[in-house]
Protein backbone atom coordinates (compact mmCIF):
# COMPACT_ATOMS: atom_id res chain seq x y z
CA UNK A 1 0.00 0.00 0.00
CA UNK A 2 1.56 3.27 -1.25
CA UNK A 3 0.55 6.72 -2.24
CA UNK A 4 -1.33 7.81 0.60
CA UNK A 5 -1.33 11.20 1.45
CA UNK A 6 -1.33 12.72 4.79
CA UNK A 7 -2.46 15.91 5.81
CA UNK A 8 -1.39 18.74 9.02
CA UNK A 9 -3.84 21.33 9.76
CA UNK A 10 -2.77 24.28 12.05
CA UNK A 11 -4.22 27.87 11.14
CA UNK A 12 -5.81 28.34 14.22
CA UNK A 13 -7.56 26.81 17.18
CA UNK A 14 -7.91 23.77 15.33
CA UNK A 15 -5.04 21.09 14.94
CA UNK A 16 -6.00 17.99 12.25
CA UNK A 17 -4.63 15.55 11.06
CA UNK A 18 -6.40 13.55 7.97
CA UNK A 19 -4.98 10.82 5.67
CA UNK A 20 -6.44 9.84 1.58
CA UNK A 21 -5.55 7.03 -0.17
CA UNK A 22 -4.78 7.36 -3.69
CA UNK A 23 -7.96 7.20 -4.75
CA UNK A 24 -9.06 10.59 -2.55
CA UNK A 25 -10.79 8.37 -0.12
CA UNK A 26 -10.76 9.97 3.42
CA UNK A 27 -8.82 6.73 5.80
CA UNK A 28 -9.07 9.18 8.99
CA UNK A 29 -9.72 12.64 10.20
CA UNK A 30 -8.82 13.26 13.74
CA UNK A 31 -9.62 16.75 14.87
CA UNK A 32 -8.60 18.59 18.26
CA UNK A 33 -9.64 22.12 19.31
CA UNK A 34 -8.35 24.22 21.32
CA UNK A 35 -10.46 26.02 24.01
CA UNK A 36 -9.40 29.06 25.70
CA UNK A 37 -10.26 28.99 29.34
CA UNK A 38 -11.80 32.23 28.64
CA UNK A 39 -11.88 35.48 25.57
CA UNK A 40 -11.14 34.56 22.23
CA UNK A 41 -8.39 32.30 20.97
CA UNK A 42 -4.99 33.20 22.51
CA UNK A 43 -2.53 32.14 19.46
CA UNK A 44 0.51 31.33 21.46
CA UNK A 45 -1.48 29.05 23.60
CA UNK A 46 -3.26 27.61 20.77
CA UNK A 47 0.09 26.59 19.29
CA UNK A 48 1.06 25.07 22.24
CA UNK A 49 -1.76 23.05 22.48
CA UNK A 50 -1.35 21.70 18.35
CA UNK A 51 2.56 21.06 19.34
CA UNK A 52 1.90 19.01 22.15
CA UNK A 53 -0.77 16.75 20.57
CA UNK A 54 0.25 16.59 16.62
CA UNK A 55 2.71 14.14 16.98
CA UNK A 56 0.21 11.69 18.78
CA UNK A 57 -2.52 12.77 16.69
CA UNK A 58 -0.31 11.72 13.55
CA UNK A 59 0.13 8.36 14.82
CA UNK A 60 -3.49 7.89 15.74
CA UNK A 61 -4.68 9.30 11.84
CA UNK A 62 -1.64 6.34 10.77
CA UNK A 63 -3.15 3.45 13.05
CA UNK A 64 -6.99 4.54 11.49
CA UNK A 65 -6.01 4.44 8.55
CA UNK A 66 -4.60 0.92 9.25
CA UNK A 67 -1.03 1.38 7.26
CA UNK A 68 2.53 2.42 8.05
CA UNK A 69 4.54 5.52 7.36
CA UNK A 70 6.20 3.88 4.95
CA UNK A 71 2.78 3.65 2.90
CA UNK A 72 2.86 7.29 2.64
CA UNK A 73 3.61 9.00 -0.75
CA UNK A 74 3.41 13.04 0.92
CA UNK A 75 3.04 15.37 3.26
CA UNK A 76 0.29 18.26 2.97
CA UNK A 77 0.22 21.10 5.59
CA UNK A 78 -1.79 24.28 5.63
CA UNK A 79 0.84 26.65 4.65
CA UNK A 80 -1.61 29.65 5.03
CA UNK A 81 -3.65 31.76 5.59
CA UNK A 82 -3.35 32.55 9.47
CA UNK A 83 -1.89 32.51 12.65
CA UNK A 84 1.92 32.76 12.72
CA UNK A 85 2.21 30.71 15.99
CA UNK A 86 -0.37 28.19 14.89
CA UNK A 87 0.75 27.68 11.15
CA UNK A 88 4.13 27.38 12.69
CA UNK A 89 3.33 24.50 14.23
CA UNK A 90 2.05 22.46 11.76
CA UNK A 91 5.02 23.32 9.59
CA UNK A 92 7.01 21.86 11.59
CA UNK A 93 5.42 18.73 12.13
CA UNK A 94 5.15 18.60 8.24
CA UNK A 95 8.41 19.13 7.94
CA UNK A 96 9.87 16.47 10.59
CA UNK A 97 7.62 14.14 8.55
CA UNK A 98 8.92 14.89 5.37
CA UNK A 99 12.62 14.90 5.99
CA UNK A 100 12.37 11.81 8.50
CA UNK A 101 10.48 9.40 5.89
CA UNK A 102 12.33 11.12 2.80
CA UNK A 103 8.60 12.28 1.31
CA UNK A 104 7.64 15.85 -0.37
CA UNK A 105 6.22 18.43 1.06
CA UNK A 106 2.85 20.48 -0.54
CA UNK A 107 2.38 23.18 0.78
CA UNK A 108 -1.05 23.77 0.77
CA UNK A 109 -3.77 26.69 0.93
CA UNK A 110 -6.19 26.94 3.56
CA UNK A 111 -9.05 28.41 2.16
CA UNK A 112 -8.22 26.50 -1.44
CA UNK A 113 -8.90 23.36 0.48
CA UNK A 114 -11.75 24.36 1.95
CA UNK A 115 -13.28 24.63 -1.80
CA UNK A 116 -11.49 21.63 -3.02
CA UNK A 117 -12.82 18.66 -0.65
CA UNK A 118 -16.39 19.69 -1.67
CA UNK A 119 -15.60 17.01 -4.62
CA UNK A 120 -16.62 14.44 -1.94
CA UNK A 121 -20.25 16.28 -1.47
CA UNK A 122 -20.70 15.66 -5.44
CA UNK A 123 -20.15 19.81 -6.10
CA UNK A 124 -18.26 20.03 -9.63
CA UNK A 125 -17.67 24.15 -9.65
CA UNK A 126 -18.79 25.85 -6.70
CA UNK A 127 -19.05 28.81 -5.95
CA UNK A 128 -17.51 28.43 -2.22
CA UNK A 129 -19.66 30.61 0.76
CA UNK A 130 -16.62 30.16 3.26
CA UNK A 131 -17.30 31.28 6.70
CA UNK A 132 -15.72 30.71 9.78
CA UNK A 133 -14.36 32.14 12.86
CA UNK A 134 -11.10 34.39 11.21
CA UNK A 135 -12.19 34.04 7.56
CA UNK A 136 -15.71 35.33 5.49
CA UNK A 137 -15.21 34.76 1.98
CA UNK A 138 -17.24 34.35 -1.65
CA UNK A 139 -14.39 32.18 -3.77
CA UNK A 140 -14.62 30.48 -7.26
CA UNK A 141 -12.57 29.09 -10.09
CA UNK A 142 -12.33 30.88 -12.92
CA UNK A 143 -10.09 31.20 -15.61
CA UNK A 144 -6.98 29.19 -14.17
CA UNK A 145 -7.32 30.84 -10.84
CA UNK A 146 -9.28 30.63 -7.52
CA UNK A 147 -10.60 34.40 -6.76
CA UNK A 148 -11.96 35.97 -4.26
CA UNK A 149 -15.65 37.39 -5.28
CA UNK A 150 -15.74 39.00 -2.33
CA UNK A 151 -15.20 38.96 1.76
CA UNK A 152 -15.60 40.91 4.98
CA UNK A 153 -13.63 43.58 5.10
CA UNK A 154 -13.01 43.69 8.93
CA UNK A 155 -14.03 40.40 10.90
CA UNK A 156 -14.98 37.24 9.79
CA UNK A 157 -18.61 36.28 10.94
CA UNK A 158 -17.97 33.47 13.30
CA UNK A 159 -15.50 35.86 15.12
CA UNK A 160 -18.71 38.61 15.10
CA UNK A 161 -21.33 36.06 16.93
CA UNK A 162 -18.42 34.77 19.67
CA UNK A 163 -17.47 38.18 20.43
CA UNK A 164 -21.49 39.06 20.80
CA UNK A 165 -21.71 36.00 22.47
CA UNK A 166 -18.91 37.04 24.71
CA UNK A 167 -20.20 40.61 25.79
CA UNK A 168 -23.11 38.17 26.99
CA UNK A 169 -20.87 36.44 29.08
CA UNK A 170 -21.40 33.04 26.32
CA UNK A 171 -18.24 31.20 26.30
CA UNK A 172 -16.31 30.45 23.15
CA UNK A 173 -17.41 29.28 20.56
CA UNK A 174 -21.09 31.00 21.26
CA UNK A 175 -22.30 31.04 18.05
CA UNK A 176 -24.28 27.39 18.59
CA UNK A 177 -25.62 28.99 21.60
CA UNK A 178 -26.65 31.64 19.59
CA UNK A 179 -27.90 29.86 16.91
CA UNK A 180 -30.27 28.01 19.64
CA UNK A 181 -31.60 31.28 21.01
CA UNK A 182 -32.28 32.84 17.83
CA UNK A 183 -34.93 29.93 17.18
CA UNK A 184 -37.21 31.33 20.43
CA UNK A 185 -36.10 35.08 18.82
CA UNK A 186 -39.42 36.96 16.79
CA UNK A 187 -38.91 40.65 16.39
CA UNK A 188 -36.13 41.79 13.34
CA UNK A 189 -34.21 44.33 15.60
CA UNK A 190 -32.84 47.04 12.89
CA UNK A 191 -28.97 46.45 12.46
CA UNK A 192 -26.35 47.73 10.32
CA UNK A 193 -27.28 45.82 6.48
CA UNK A 194 -23.31 46.57 5.35
CA UNK A 195 -22.98 45.11 1.72
CA UNK A 196 -20.69 47.72 -0.44
CA UNK A 197 -20.02 45.98 -3.99
CA UNK A 198 -19.15 42.50 -3.56
CA UNK A 199 -17.88 42.48 0.23
CA UNK A 200 -19.76 42.81 3.81
CA UNK A 201 -18.52 44.24 6.89
CA UNK A 202 -19.51 43.23 10.44
CA UNK A 203 -18.50 45.58 13.26
CA UNK A 204 -21.49 47.24 12.77
CA UNK A 205 -23.75 44.88 13.88
CA UNK A 206 -21.58 44.12 16.85
CA UNK A 207 -21.72 47.57 17.93
CA UNK A 208 -25.36 48.27 17.49
CA UNK A 209 -26.13 44.78 18.53
CA UNK A 210 -24.42 45.72 21.99
CA UNK A 211 -26.27 49.35 22.50
CA UNK A 212 -29.36 47.21 21.74
CA UNK A 213 -28.59 45.20 24.52
CA UNK A 214 -27.96 48.13 26.91
CA UNK A 215 -31.29 49.70 25.93
CA UNK A 216 -33.01 46.15 26.87
CA UNK A 217 -33.47 44.10 23.84
CA UNK A 218 -33.69 40.56 24.63
CA UNK A 219 -30.67 37.69 23.69
CA UNK A 220 -33.43 35.94 21.68
CA UNK A 221 -34.54 38.58 19.35
CA UNK A 222 -30.95 40.02 19.08
CA UNK A 223 -29.51 36.74 18.41
CA UNK A 224 -32.55 36.45 15.56
CA UNK A 225 -31.79 39.88 14.34
CA UNK A 226 -28.10 39.34 14.00
CA UNK A 227 -28.39 35.71 12.36
CA UNK A 228 -31.08 37.40 9.63
CA UNK A 229 -29.22 40.37 8.91
CA UNK A 230 -25.73 39.24 8.32
CA UNK A 231 -26.74 35.72 6.90
CA UNK A 232 -29.12 38.20 4.12
CA UNK A 233 -25.78 40.16 3.35
CA UNK A 234 -23.67 36.61 2.88
CA UNK A 235 -26.54 35.08 0.57
CA UNK A 236 -26.57 38.03 -1.42
CA UNK A 237 -23.34 38.29 -1.95
CA UNK A 238 -23.22 34.77 -2.90
CA UNK A 239 -26.31 35.07 -4.83
CA UNK A 240 -24.50 37.93 -7.00
CA UNK A 241 -20.94 35.72 -7.41
CA UNK A 242 -23.43 33.10 -8.63
CA UNK A 243 -24.83 35.37 -11.50
CA UNK A 244 -22.10 36.53 -12.39
CA UNK A 245 -19.68 33.87 -13.05
CA UNK A 246 -22.98 31.82 -14.53
CA UNK A 247 -21.98 28.67 -12.22
CA UNK A 248 -25.05 26.94 -10.89
CA UNK A 249 -23.43 25.49 -7.68
CA UNK A 250 -22.82 26.90 -4.19
CA UNK A 251 -20.81 24.62 -1.53
CA UNK A 252 -20.95 26.00 1.99
CA UNK A 253 -17.30 25.69 3.92
CA UNK A 254 -16.20 26.70 7.74
CA UNK A 255 -17.36 26.19 11.21
CA UNK A 256 -20.46 29.21 10.52
CA UNK A 257 -22.11 26.98 7.98
CA UNK A 258 -22.78 24.16 10.54
CA UNK A 259 -25.89 26.76 11.23
CA UNK A 260 -29.40 25.48 10.15
CA UNK A 261 -31.00 28.49 9.40
CA UNK A 262 -27.96 29.87 7.30
CA UNK A 263 -28.00 26.72 4.84
CA UNK A 264 -31.99 27.35 5.26
CA UNK A 265 -31.28 30.96 3.68
CA UNK A 266 -28.33 29.57 1.21
CA UNK A 267 -30.97 26.36 0.27
CA UNK A 268 -34.17 28.94 -0.50
CA UNK A 269 -31.55 31.23 -2.23
CA UNK A 270 -30.29 28.56 -4.91
CA UNK A 271 -33.88 27.10 -5.54
CA UNK A 272 -34.95 30.36 -6.29
CA UNK A 273 -32.15 30.30 -8.87
CA UNK A 274 -32.01 26.89 -10.17
CA UNK A 275 -28.81 26.16 -8.40
CA UNK A 276 -28.08 23.68 -6.05
CA UNK A 277 -25.95 23.59 -2.76
CA UNK A 278 -23.53 21.21 -0.71
CA UNK A 279 -23.32 21.41 2.08
CA UNK A 280 -20.12 18.68 3.81
CA UNK A 281 -20.66 16.53 6.89
CA UNK A 282 -19.12 18.67 10.30
CA UNK A 283 -15.91 17.19 10.14
CA UNK A 284 -15.09 18.39 6.38
CA UNK A 285 -16.77 21.70 7.09
CA UNK A 286 -14.43 22.72 9.97
CA UNK A 287 -11.25 22.64 10.03
CA UNK A 288 -9.70 19.73 9.41
CA UNK A 289 -6.62 17.35 7.99
CA UNK A 290 -8.18 15.31 5.60
CA UNK A 291 -9.16 18.49 3.54
CA UNK A 292 -5.42 19.75 3.23
CA UNK A 293 -4.88 15.67 2.64
CA UNK A 294 -7.94 15.62 -0.51
CA UNK A 295 -6.22 19.13 -1.86
CA UNK A 296 -2.87 17.22 -1.25
CA UNK A 297 -3.34 14.47 -3.06
CA UNK A 298 -4.25 16.43 -6.46
CA UNK A 299 -1.15 18.83 -5.59
CA UNK A 300 0.75 15.78 -5.66
CA UNK A 301 -0.47 13.64 -8.81
CA UNK A 302 0.86 17.27 -10.50
CA UNK A 303 3.32 17.15 -8.93
CA UNK A 304 3.24 20.36 -7.11
CA UNK A 305 6.05 19.96 -4.43
CA UNK A 306 7.76 22.12 -2.56
CA UNK A 307 11.51 21.97 -0.79
CA UNK A 308 12.23 22.84 2.82
CA UNK A 309 13.36 26.54 2.22
CA UNK A 310 9.83 26.97 0.21
CA UNK A 311 7.93 25.72 3.12
CA UNK A 312 8.01 28.77 5.26
CA UNK A 313 4.62 30.06 6.42
CA UNK A 314 2.37 32.20 4.74
CA UNK A 315 0.53 33.96 7.19
CA UNK A 316 -1.37 36.09 4.62
CA UNK A 317 -1.31 33.29 1.69
CA UNK A 318 -4.41 35.16 -0.44
CA UNK A 319 -6.61 32.84 -2.54
CA UNK A 320 -5.20 34.38 -5.96
CA UNK A 321 -1.74 33.93 -4.96
CA UNK A 322 -2.36 30.21 -5.51
CA UNK A 323 -0.33 28.40 -8.89
CA UNK A 324 -3.08 26.22 -9.56
CA UNK A 325 -1.33 23.50 -11.65
CA UNK A 326 -3.59 20.90 -10.71
CA UNK A 327 -6.89 21.63 -12.32
P1 LIG B 1 -10.49 29.51 10.19
O1 LIG B 1 -9.08 29.32 10.68
O2 LIG B 1 -10.70 28.90 8.88
O3 LIG B 1 -10.98 30.91 10.30
P2 LIG B 1 -11.81 28.64 12.57
O4 LIG B 1 -10.62 28.51 13.42
O5 LIG B 1 -12.72 29.74 12.86
O6 LIG B 1 -11.43 28.61 11.07
P3 LIG B 1 -13.93 26.64 12.10
O7 LIG B 1 -14.05 25.35 12.82
O8 LIG B 1 -14.00 26.61 10.62
O9 LIG B 1 -12.60 27.25 12.67
O10 LIG B 1 -15.09 27.61 12.57
C1 LIG B 1 -15.30 27.94 13.91
C2 LIG B 1 -16.37 28.99 13.97
O11 LIG B 1 -17.65 28.40 13.65
C3 LIG B 1 -16.50 29.62 15.35
O12 LIG B 1 -16.59 31.03 15.21
C4 LIG B 1 -17.80 29.02 15.86
O13 LIG B 1 -18.46 29.84 16.79
C5 LIG B 1 -18.59 28.90 14.56
N1 LIG B 1 -19.73 27.99 14.67
C6 LIG B 1 -19.74 26.71 15.12
N2 LIG B 1 -21.01 26.23 15.14
C7 LIG B 1 -21.82 27.24 14.68
C8 LIG B 1 -23.22 27.39 14.48
N3 LIG B 1 -24.06 26.40 14.76
N4 LIG B 1 -23.67 28.57 14.00
C9 LIG B 1 -22.83 29.57 13.72
N5 LIG B 1 -21.50 29.50 13.89
C10 LIG B 1 -21.00 28.36 14.38
FE1 LIG C 1 -11.05 27.17 7.79
Not at 57 to 70: N, V
Request: charged share 20%.
Amino acid sequence: MTGHIVGIEGTAHTAGVGIVGPDGRILSNIIDSYSPEEGGIHPREAADHHSDILPDMIDRAMKEADLDRTDLAAVAFSQGPGLGPCLRTAATAARALSVSMDIPLIGVNHCVAHLEVGDLTGATDPILLYVSGGNTQVIAFVNGRYRVFGETMDIGIGNMLDKFGSTLGIPFPAAPVLEAKARNGGELLPLPYSVKGMDVAFSGILTSAARLHEKGASIEDLSHSIQETAFAMLVEVTERALAHTGKEEVLLGGGVAQNARLVEMVDIMCRERGASHFVPPPPLLRDNGAMIAYTGLKMFNAGAFISIEESGILQRFRTEEVEVTWR
